[in-house]
């Protein structure tokens, strides 16, 4: 395993710089979108009424016939094949975490010609056997179908025509993280629409809006494939922080070193050519950690986007021998990797609902759809922190570094002294008109239109000005699932608060009064969930508890928020997802969270009995020897002594720490309940043992020859490129 190490280390020294692929043409502008068959695409492709039906059916999201599917399938066929593409497939998002597909060729074989007709374009049927269902179907039950989503463009990549679908089994249940999410946007579409109509007529629609800011780590390709837990469990479970880390704070914003800049080149101009609007990039905090953000998108592309830019990146990076870690936490005592997701509303006469104004009826309906989010997210906290429950967020969230566990809503103090004022001095019982707004303390958010918050870091949930910014997403996970989460409570709070409206409103209250009444209301009730402080304080903790706000540090208790009776409801009611299809998938979220930890825990045992003790083992003989020879020569020999009884208990604490996680994990697997096993998991494997097995290890790697220990090093990993 040594030799692995310094081979590795060789061959990273030896590396010659690879330079990024030449971009199309040196405007982004004549390329950008160049493998997408969007609108535009189909604008000079399909016959004008065709078009004009097909353009109006994804405006509005209402199903497209099957002429006009026919029409929009032979017209992808053309177009790809002009591209020398000769497959096509289904592209998916099934609940293993990643995406999926399965190619099929144009060519038919029984008329021998090329053809791609519209069933084939709107349904397949992939074997749906393998993928998680969470006991919806039977292991023998293979049948599922994916279906068409025509406001998510095709695209091709690699040498195939992908076409984003949704993915169902036989009986109609999603197993996918699309359909939920293409619900949730329905709802929070027609709630939103509703209240925008006490403000404005002419909204009839509104689009979610959402920008995702990805982060991630690089490494070099041999040093990682010498890291077994890296290439097993995608997070190194050993290793010793290096003398220098992150503590200067040299790395963040810095230079781009020259290998990584030639790979962020190489992964914008393949991402650019497939629409997907990259922005920004720049360093990140932890050595070797770097950030990609692309402009906002309606939420649903985005969302696509975000898992196709993933895979993008992975694939670049292999071609410039490095790869890419979206796990959230690849390495103790660093910062971790989130995926933060701006979230905003705008109306189809082009408004942002979290946009104040000079004019006083906007900042009334900013301040409703700013004060009921607020609301929305109080009401189901827990809801939201189930959302980005993950095993590897786990490892994130609360570290310093991240995001607490406690979901709270930022919102700058500027915004806070106006919900104050509103609610403690608003008086209801002033003249109509203009002077209301006044009267009211609204007048002062006009002041404060551009940048009316600070940043605040440490929050989950902050208000950035124009947007919330939910930051606590874990940067491995897919923002479909936290994003059907948020736009679910949102939709019901706005809704619930126009019932609220009309019914003052039908009690003969003026419309702007019972507004602002209801929310005088939602402010203080949902105050408590409101913080400007540092989120990583001690002092949080505590003051959250006074508050009655959770924490719910671990994914198996996070979950269940899932199905409480409140939650399942909220589902229900949007037809979001079905009681069978939560529970399922719920199940599939403890499933997958005890094999990940399995995982982890099977890679320690292997990394600490296999290579670490036999490599400490090894050197403990040689200051053994020394020592003797040491004591023949009559000279102190005490230090090494110490030593090598330091060296064994180490070794001693690692083989009893490791055989016991062993027959804890034989004992948990026999239990039956997939919650009682996951909290188990968590509780018995996970708290009981990864730090003191882990402490223990990178302890010898302190002690231990550098030129005998057998595993690549952070300051290799994280300083080498």
Same mark, same amino acid.
């Not at 393998?130 to 039950?141: H, V, Y």
């Not at 490494?219 to 190194?236: F, I, S």
């Given at each position: *395993?040594?030799? @692995?190490?310094?081979?590795?280390?060789?061959?990273?020294?030896?590396?010659?710089?690879?330079?990024? &692929?030449?971009?199309?043409?040196?405007?982004?502008?004549?390329?950008?979108?160049?493998?997408?068959? +969007?609108?535009?695409?189909?604008?000079?492709?399909?016959?004008?009424?065709? !078009?004009?039906? #097909? =353009?109006?059916?994804?405006?509005?999201?209402?199903?497209?016939? &099957? %002429?006009?599917?026919?029409?929009?399938?032979?017209?992808?066929?053309?177009?790809?094949?002009?591209?020398?593409?000769?497959?096509?497939?289904?592209?998916?998002?099934?609940?293993?975490?990643?995406?999926?597909?399965?190619?099929?060729?144009?060519?038919?074989?029984?008329?021998?010609?090329?053809?791609?007709?519209?069933?084939?374009?709107?349904?397949?049927?992939?074997?749906?056997?393998?993928?998680?269902?969470?006991?919806?179907?039977?292991?023998?039950?293979?049948?599922?179908?994916?279906?068409?989503?025509?406001?998510?463009?095709?695209?091709?990549?690699?040498?195939?025509?992908?076409?984003?679908?949704?993915?169902?089994?036989?009986?109609?249940?999603?197993? /996918?993280?699309?359909?939920?999410?293409?619900?949730?946007?329905?709802?929070?579409?027609? %709630?939103?629409?509703?209240?925008?109509?006490?403000?404005?007529?002419?909204?009839?629609?509104?689009?979610?809006?959402?920008?995702?800011?990805?982060?991630?780590?690089?490494?070099?390709?041999?040093?990682?494939?010498?890291?077994?837990?890296?290439?097993?469990?995608?997070?190194?479970?050993?290793?010793?922080?290096?003398?220098?880390?992150?503590?200067?704070?040299?790395?963040?914003?810095?230079?781009?070193?020259?290998?990584?800049?030639? !790979?962020?080149?190489?992964?914008?101009?393949? =991402?650019?050519?497939?629409?997907?609007?990259?922005?920004?990039?720049?360093?990140?905090?932890?050595?070797?950690?770097?950030?990609?953000?692309?402009?906002?998108?309606?939420?649903?592309?985005?969302?696509?986007?975000?898992?196709? @830019?993933?895979?993008?990146?992975?694939?670049?990076?292999?071609?410039?021998?490095?790869?890419?870690?979206?796990?959230?936490?690849?390495?103790?005592?660093?910062?971790?990797? +989130?995926?933060?997701?701006?979230?905003?509303?705008?109306?189809?006469?082009? #408004?942002?609902?979290?946009?104040?104004? =000079?004019?006083?009826?906007?900042?009334?309906?900013? @301040?409703? !759809?700013?004060?009921?989010?607020?609301?929305?997210?109080?009401?189901?906290?827990?809801?939201?922190?189930?959302?980005?429950?993950?095993?590897?967020?786990?490892?994130?969230?609360?570290?310093?570094?991240?995001?607490?566990?406690?979901?709270?809503?930022?919102?700058?103090?500027?915004?806070?002294?106006?919900?104050?004022?509103?609610? =403690?001095?608003?008086?209801?019982?002033?003249?109509?008109? /203009?002077? *209301?707004?006044?009267?009211?303390?609204?007048?002062?958010?006009?002041?404060?239109?551009?940048?009316?918050?600070?940043?605040?870091?440490?929050?989950?949930?902050?208000?950035?000005?124009?947007?919330?910014?939910?930051?606590?997403?874990?940067?491995?996970?897919?923002?479909?699932?936290?994003?059907?989460?948020?736009?679910?409570?949102?939709?019901?709070?706005?809704?619930?608060? %126009?019932?609220?409206?009309?019914?003052?409103?039908?009690?003969?209250?003026?419309?702007?009064?019972?507004? #602002?009444?209801?929310?005088?209301?939602?402010?203080?009730?949902?105050?408590?969930?409101? !913080?400007?402080?540092? +989120?990583?304080?001690?002092?949080?903790?505590?003051?959250?508890?006074?508050?009655?706000?959770?924490?719910?540090?671990?994914?198996?208790?996070?979950?269940?928020?899932?199905?409480?009776?409140?939650?399942?409801?909220?589902?229900?009611?949007?037809?979001?997802?079905?009681?069978?299809?939560?529970?399922?998938?719920?199940?599939?979220? @403890?499933?997958?969270?005890? *094999?990940?930890?399995?995982?982890?825990?099977?890679?320690?045992?292997?990394?600490?009995?296999?290579?670490?003790?036999?490599?400490?083992?090894?050197?403990?003989?040689?200051?053994?020897?020394?020592?003797?020879?040491?004591?023949?020569? +009559?000279?102190?020999?005490?230090?090494?002594?110490?030593?090598?009884?330091?060296?064994?208990?180490?070794?001693?604490?690692?083989?009893? /720490?490791?055989?016991?996680?062993?027959?804890?994990?034989?004992?948990?697997?026999?239990?039956?309940?997939?919650?009682?096993?996951?909290?188990?998991?968590?509780?018995?494997?996970?708290?009981?043992?990864?730090?003191?097995?882990?402490?223990?290890?990178?302890?010898?790697?302190?002690?231990?020859?550098?030129?005998?220990?057998?595993?690549?090093?952070?300051?290799?990993?994280?300083?080498?490129?």
């Amino acid at each position: *395993m040594a030799h @692995l190490r310094f081979k590795a280390l060789d061959q990273v020294s030896n590396r010659k710089e690879i330079k990024a &692929l030449p971009a199309p043409s040196d405007k982004i502008s004549e390329y950008f979108g160049q493998d997408v068959f +969007g609108i535009e695409q189909m604008k000079s492709t399909l016959p004008h009424e065709v !078009f004009k039906e #097909v =353009s109006t059916a994804i405006a509005k999201g209402k199903k497209i016939n &099957l %002429a006009a599917a026919g029409a929009v399938a032979v017209a992808a066929k053309t177009w790809a094949m002009s591209k020398g593409i000769t497959h096509y497939t289904h592209w998916f998002q099934p609940l293993t975490g990643s995406t999926a597909e399965k190619h099929d060729s144009f060519f038919d074989a029984s008329s021998g010609i090329e053809t791609f007709k519209a069933s084939a374009l709107v349904q397949q049927e992939p074997d749906a056997s393998s993928f998680p269902n969470g006991g919806i179907r039977s292991t023998f039950e293979a049948r599922g179908y994916t279906a068409w989503d025509p406001s998510s463009p095709m695209f091709i990549y690699g040498r195939t025509l992908c076409i984003p679908t949704v993915f169902v089994s036989y009986t109609g249940e999603a197993l /996918d993280n699309k359909a939920p999410l293409l619900k949730a946007i329905e709802a929070i579409d027609n %709630a939103s629409a509703r209240v925008c109509n006490y403000f404005d007529r002419n909204v009839s629609s509104v689009k979610v809006s959402l920008g995702v800011e990805q982060e991630y780590f690089v490494v070099d390709k041999a040093l990682y494939n010498a890291r077994p837990d890296l290439v097993m469990a995608g997070r190194t479970v050993f290793g010793h922080n290096p003398a220098r880390g992150q503590q200067l704070d040299d790395h963040y914003f810095g230079s781009i070193p020259s290998r990584v800049y030639n !790979f962020m080149k190489d992964f914008e101009i393949q =991402s650019l050519k497939l629409g997907i609007p990259v922005s920004t990039r720049h360093n990140e905090v932890a050595p070797s950690q770097f950030e990609v953000a692309p402009l906002y998108e309606e939420i649903n592309v985005a969302s696509d986007h975000n898992q196709l @830019l993933m895979d993008v990146m992975s694939r670049v990076a292999e071609r410039h021998d490095l790869k890419v870690l979206f796990h959230e936490k690849p390495f103790a005592g660093l910062n971790g990797n +989130g995926k933060h997701n701006n979230w905003s509303l705008i109306t189809n006469t082009g #408004v942002n609902l979290f946009q104040p104004s =000079s004019s006083a009826r906007e900042n009334l309906q900013f @301040l409703t !759809f700013f004060v009921t989010t607020i609301k929305a997210v109080h009401q189901h906290a827990d809801l939201l922190r189930a959302s980005i429950a993950t095993s590897g967020n786990d490892h994130r969230l609360g570290a310093n570094e991240a995001p607490p566990a406690i979901v709270s809503v930022f919102i700058g103090s500027q915004l806070t002294n106006v919900l104050d004022e509103l609610e =403690s001095k608003g008086n209801l019982n002033v003249e109509k008109g /203009d002077n *209301m707004y006044m009267k009211l303390g609204i007048d002062k958010i006009p002041e404060i239109i551009l940048d009316n918050t600070d940043r605040n870091r440490t929050s989950p949930f902050a208000f950035t000005g124009n947007k919330f910014e939910f930051r606590a997403v874990g940067s491995n996970d897919n923002c479909a699932s936290p994003m059907t989460v948020l736009n679910l409570i949102v939709a019901d709070q706005l809704t619930k608060f %126009a019932d609220e409206v009309d019914e003052l409103i039908s009690k003969g209250e003026e419309k702007r009064i019972a507004i #602002v009444k209801v929310l005088r209301r939602y402010i203080t009730e949902s105050k408590s969930i409101r !913080f400007e402080g540092d +989120g990583y304080s001690d002092e949080w903790v505590k003051e959250a508890k006074k508050r009655g706000l959770s924490n719910i540090k671990s994914t198996p208790l996070a979950i269940s928020a899932y199905l409480s009776k409140e939650s399942r409801e909220l589902f229900a009611r949007f037809g979001v997802m079905s009681e069978v299809e939560n529970e399922a998938r719920q199940e599939i979220k @403890l499933e997958s969270y005890m *094999m990940k930890i399995q995982i982890e825990a099977r890679v320690m045992g292997d990394l600490a009995l296999n290579h670490i003790i036999p490599t400490a083992v090894a050197y403990q003989n040689k200051l053994i020897q020394n020592a003797n020879g040491l004591k023949g020569l +009559g000279i102190d020999n005490s230090d090494v002594v110490k030593d090598i009884k330091e060296i064994s208990g180490y070794i001693n604490s690692i083989n009893t /720490d490791v055989n016991a996680m062993v027959q804890e994990r034989k004992r948990i697997n026999k239990i039956e309940d997939v919650k009682e096993r996951s909290i188990a998991y968590c509780d018995n494997i996970k708290e009981a043992y990864f730090d003191k097995i882990r402490h223990a290890a990178d302890k010898l790697e302190l002690l231990v020859d550098d030129e005998d220990w057998p595993l690549v090093k952070f300051r290799e990993l994280l300083f080498l490129r």
